[in-house]
């Protein structure tokens, strides 16, 4: 391993900039001559739009334009759409109501989008907003997924029949239900995995710019996929022809997933900038982030677990009620099905699985992916399963799952996936060493003596990453391709530029992919740029999410480096002299083999682009490659959490106390990057465990609208986290890595909720895990588990 | 419209504003001194604190004229020379930021931990001084070792302190 190769924790390249303030986010950009747009939002859940009167505001100081949903429509502005297509188990498709960006005729949820106004500044477009008459027919709402679907509940879209997108299933339902007849013990329970909002700490923002010379658009945003969104904006929502539309996602503050989707505002801000001659900027404030983001989670979920006489796993039963909110999200009816049954198997062997999903329209904001999508449900239904069944059966949780373990490789579950690699014990082992578990019960019998509840709970995840091949998520109703595409342009010099299709929001991939390319071509990570988040640089890329980054992203410049190499050799030969065939590359070396006859990569660089040593007929000058990277198979990192925690009965405050993350992510580029993406899964799993909850009340109103009322985690809220690895090279891709970025956020919410439970004695506890939800919980613990 | 003047990063400035701008919005639209961000509506994030006379404020609570006459220091004002000030060398050594967007903000808070409460910070202290910071990002771990990191250099650099 050299100093930045493969394997080092390179202090990030990036940092520079951000520690000095000179990142550039969206918002710092300004266009000449921009106007600000203010979006008018309904402050009602659930309305028929009478009329909307903007007579009054359009005379308002500064205002530049006023737009409602009927201007769009007479531009035949196309509708937001939802790129995965589900069949209900009927065969019938998906049921999708309609979702223009700015609403026509109705609105469905608290922060829908009413009226645009475009105005000089800021203040002048809030006040004209202000001013806009709007006429509601005030409807009934209907908020929680599992009320949505009851006869006489309020019809959200009219084409979805009781609220009801689809009605999915996955797995073999008649082996699973032999698997339980056959079953001498069941385990039975009821989930709610709680809705979160995503909350980067920096908002959404866009602007839209038109150039009338040559009727180019560029629009800035907040984008986790910059390509995806200029596709979808271009063939679908129909704003401009691909070639004339640019996409810019610079610097951006985190996403989680939030920002993968394509939202009202940016479609706005493009469109309205032609439409006004004039940049038009917008920034989110949180209150509209809290309204409009795309939440996540959001299930309601009867799970069973059917167990032989030794305590094998012989079937799950899986019944999930997956609110949507009131549209469906860019890619919002893959969470809760693809992204969800297919990780029930967890890492366990299990013969039979029959998962069934309702997806149901509510007035509520549109739910899509948040960090994990769909893997951190089902992992808290197996998870929280396994220790409970664990606990009936009266047998340790660790060696319940010790016992039910997928051993050999690869695994085919019965829910689609095949796992390619991984050693769960060898993991379990090291977790339980680390979190010195054998002493457990002293450290409890310690607590006690204070009047502390003390628990402990496991989590042994697993998820698929990678995402994804493009063959199999399209014969599951994607509707797009899910490989990676990357360029690596060899200057005259030997410095290098990465063009990827990722899109870097925190996960450092500017000092990450230059570590791949010092690593394969031997040269200074300093002499290597890596750029993205443009449109015009790039010519297309899927995207950052699903922990996809390394496992397709790196593996497509890694192809890339590939043909760099192979060219080289060829002017290597003509440098060198010698045939192509024995030209050998290392160390940042062309070699004749068995002689010292060499060329650095720089100096072979150089000749390719003066193309003295060779002629036109015999080789191409130019030394860059291109490459295209589709994925084989998801990749599959797992691990174990173990999470201690310490509940003062008397307060209901939960105190973690250690919390233990032993990981296979297989090849680790930079372990500093991957420990911190574990940390930040963690401290979000945590959230999701303890704090963090989006509530409407009865008439769809957000009543947690602010980090005044949403809890976001604080710094005093978690420990120090002990974080080690196991590795298991993923044999699916060329580098065998398997990704890292959701590990903390899918693991950690059932670790928590176990040890609560364990601490408790008792299994009755929701997320959040607030104090008053645990205070209350306490209360039903018996005084004798408290003083044992 | 009310004159302001005072003096940002040493550097004395005057504008005419609208009397309900408020600091961060002057100093990231008036001044362009983008590194102070707004990262909510309500005071909490804290990804809007600057120095104002020394102390850690969130931008976002002060109106542009409350500061008047007054010596305030933005993230931009940090590095001396090109040189980093130890706080944001030792995140950058200790991985204290990811998407970097709360990272001028806890920067600016920390060295003002450091100043009320000296070189010498244990891990409680910091998490509870960082109450005000909201980072998604890190989970805090690596953000405390920084602040504990760079609250031991600062003691080793008092010219790069006395120069803020």
């Known amino acids: ?788 | 419209m009310a004159t302001v003047s005072l003096t940002v990063n040493g550097k004395p400035v005057s504008a005419e504003v609208d009397p309900r701008t408020l600091l961060v919005q002057f100093v990231r639209e008036t001044l362009r001194l983008t590194g102070t961000h707004v990262g909510c509506d309500t005071s909490q994030c804290g990804s809007c604190v600057v120095h104002v006379d020394g102390e850690a404020v969130k931008a976002c609570t002060l109106l542009a004229v409350q500061c008047d006459g007054t010596q305030v220091t933005t993230i931009e004002g940090l590095a001396q020379g090109g040189e980093l000030h130890p706080m944001q060398a030792a995140f950058r050594e200790h991985h204290g930021l990811q998407c970097g967007y709360c990272t001028p903000g806890m920067i600016m808070s920390a060295i003002d931990i450091v100043n009320r409460k000296g070189n010498a910070l244990d891990e409680t202290t910091i998490r509870a001084e960082l109450e005000g910071n909201l980072c998604r990002c890190t989970g805090y771990h690596n953000i405390v070792k920084a602040v504990a990191a760079g609250a031991q250099a600062m003691a080793q650099a008092p010219l790069q302190q006395a120069a803020e």
């Not at chain 1, 979808?232 to 022809?241: D, E």
């Not at chain 1, 985190?254 to 900027?281: L, M």
């Not at chain 1, 029959?354 to 549109?366: F, K, L, M, R, S």
């Not at chain 1, 993923?730 to 590990?743: Q, V």
């Open chain 1, 1 to 788: 391993m050299t100093a930045t190769g493969i394997g080092a924790p390179v202090r990030r390249k990036e940092d520079q900039r951000f520690v000095t303030g000179q990142g550039r986010y969206v918002d710092d950009f300004n266009r000449p001559g921009q106007a600000h747009a203010y979006f008018l939002r309904s402050p009602h859940a659930h309305a028929t739009i009478r009329s909307i009167d903007t007579s009054a505001a359009a005379a308002m100081p500064g205002v530049v334009a006023i737009f409602t949903g009927e201007d769009l429509a007479r531009d035949k502005v196309g509708g937001l759409i939802c790129g995965w297509m589900i069949h209900s188990k009927d065969g019938s498709p998906m049921k999708a109501g309609p979702h223009p960006a700015l609403a026509q005729g109705k609105v469905r949820y608290v922060g829908d989008h009413v009226a645009v106004v475009v105005a000089e500044t800021v203040s002048q477009a809030k006040d004209a907003a202000e001013a806009i008459v709007v006429d509601y027919d005030v409807l009934p709402a209907v908020v929680d997924g599992v009320a949505a679907q009851k006869a006489g509940a309020p019809q959200v879209h009219e084409v979805a029949e009781d609220n009801t997108v689809f009605r999915w299933h996955l797995g073999d339902k008649d082996a699973t239900d032999a698997a339980f007849a056959r079953a001498k013990h069941v385990t039975t329970i009821d989930l709610v995995n709680n809705r979160l909002v995503p909350n980067p700490i920096e908002p959404r923002a866009a602007i839209g710019d038109y150039d009338p010379g040559n009727e180019n658009l560029t629009l800035y945003t907040t984008s986790q996929n910059p390509h995806v969104a200029r596709l979808v904006l271009s063939a679908f929502i129909g704003i401009a022809p691909e070639h004339k539309l640019r996409v810019i996602a610079p610097d951006v503050g985190g996403g989680f997933g939030s920002k993968i989707f394509i939202y009202a505002e940016e479609t706005v801000c493009v469109w309205a900038a032609r439409k006004v001659g004039r940049p038009v900027k917008w920034t989110s404030d949180r209150t509209e982030a809290f309204l409009s983001d795309a939440h996540g989670r959001d299930h309601a979920t009867h799970a069973e677990m059917a167990l032989d006489e030794n305590g094998r796993i012989l079937g799950l039963r899986v019944q999930t009620v997956a609110n949507l909110g009131a549209y469906l999200s860019t890619f919002s009816s893959s969470v809760p099905t693809y992204l969800y049954a297919p990780l029930l198997s967890g890492s366990y062997d299990i013969p039979a699985i029959y998962a069934e999903v309702d997806g149901v329209y509510t007035n509520t904001a549109p739910v899509d992916a948040y960090r994990g999508a769909g893997r951190p449900e089902a992992t808290f239904v197996i998870e929280r399963l396994a220790e409970v069944a664990a606990r009936q059966i009266g047998m340790d949780p660790a060696k319940f799952r010790r016992k039910n373990y997928v051993r050999s490789f690869p695994h085919q579950t019965p829910v689609i996936m095949t796992y390619d690699a991984g050693d769960y014990v060898t993991t379990l082992d090291k977790a339980l060493e680390a979190a010195d578990y054998k002493n457990f019960g002293r450290r409890k019998r310690e607590s006690a003596r204070s009047g502390k509840l003390r628990g402990i709970g496991f989590s042994s995840y697993i998820e698929a990453c990678g995402i994804a091949p493009s063959q199999a998520v399209g014969s599951l109703g994607a509707g797009v391709g899910l490989w990676e595409s990357a360029e690596v342009r060899v200057n005259p010099t030997g410095s290098i530029e990465v063009l990827t299709g990722s899109h870097s929001h925190g996960q450092g991939h500017e000092t990450t992919f230059a570590q791949l390319v010092s690593d394969r071509l031997g040269v200074s990570i300093d002499s290597v740029s890596i750029v993205h988040g443009d449109t015009d640089k790039v010519q297309f890329g899927m995207g950052t999410y699903g922990s996809r980054s390394g496992a397709v992203g790196m593996s497509a410049i890694a192809k890339a480096i590939d043909k760099v190499i192979a060219k080289g050799k060829k002017v290597a030969a003509h440098v060198l002299e010698a045939s192509e065939g024995d030209i050998e590359f290392k160390d940042g070396k062309f070699t004749v083999a068995g002689t010292d006859r060499s060329a650095a990569f720089g100096d072979i660089a150089l000749q390719a682009y003066i193309a003295h040593k060779f002629s036109g007929q015999d080789l191409e000058p130019g030394l860059k490659e291109g490459a295209f990277y589709d994925p084989t198979n998801f990749t599959f990192p797992a691990g174990v959490h173990i999470c201690e925690l310490e509940i003062d009965p008397d307060t209901g405050i939960v105190s973690i106390e250690r919390w233990t993350a032993v990981d296979d992510f297989g090849v680790i580029i930079n372990p500093m990057i991957v420990e911190g993406q574990v940390h930040g899964g963690i401290a979000q799993g945590v959230g999701q465990a303890l704090h963090e909850g989006a509530f409407y009340d009865a008439s769809g109103q957000l009543v947690t609208a602010s980090f005044m009322d949403y809890r976001m985690p604080r710094a005093a809220d978690l420990p120090s986290f002990v974080v080690e690895t196991t590795v298991t090279p993923c044999p699916s891709n060329p580098l065998g890595i398997k990704g890292c970025g959701e590990a903390g956020a899918i693991a950690a919410p059932a670790a928590v909720i176990n040890a609560i439970t364990d601490a408790l004695g008792h299994e009755d506890i929701a997320m959040p895990a607030t104090p008053q939800n645990v205070w209350r919980a306490a209360q039903k613990t018996p005084m004798r588990m408290a003083a044992e």
